[in-house]
């Protein structure tokens, strides 16, 4: 089965990611998924300054506006697809994850596989 991990980083109170996991870290654990073939997908994410929320009124107008306007001390960092027995498997992926320390966290979510 197929398991979304959304990565989060925590933000500082100027709004900078917290944290102190390397490029080293995550090259690391994504070496480590693909040697363990669960490796599905993934990559990190732009710069959430340059994000876009867009959202269809009750006429179809579609409105855009700049940035997630999500009221949080976290930010989307990146995503991995894995492809796993199960949820508790993802689980403990998640767990080694660097993205789950120093304030951040891991949203582990099953992909309901519409489609091709």
């Not at 949820?87 to 091709?116: F, H, M, T």
Request: a negative charge; proline letters at 5%; hydrophobic letters at 40%.
């Amino acid at each position: 089965m197929k398991y979304l991990m959304l990565i989060n980083a925590a933000l500082d109170a100027d709004g900078a990611p917290t944290g102190c996991s390397t490029p080293e870290d995550w090259m690391l654990f994504d070496k480590s998924l693909k040697e363990a073939g669960v490796y599905a997908g993934g990559d990190s994410v732009a710069d959430f300054t340059t994000a876009a929320t867009v959202r269809v009124d009750e006429r179809g107008e579609r409105l855009v506006t700049d940035g997630p306007f999500a009221e949080s001390r976290e930010v989307l960092g990146g995503y991995f697809v894995l492809d796993v027995p199960d949820l508790d498997v993802a689980l403990d992926w998640a767990a080694r994850c660097p993205g789950s320390r120093d304030g951040g966290s891991i949203v582990v979510r099953p992909l309901a596989g519409y489609g091709g």
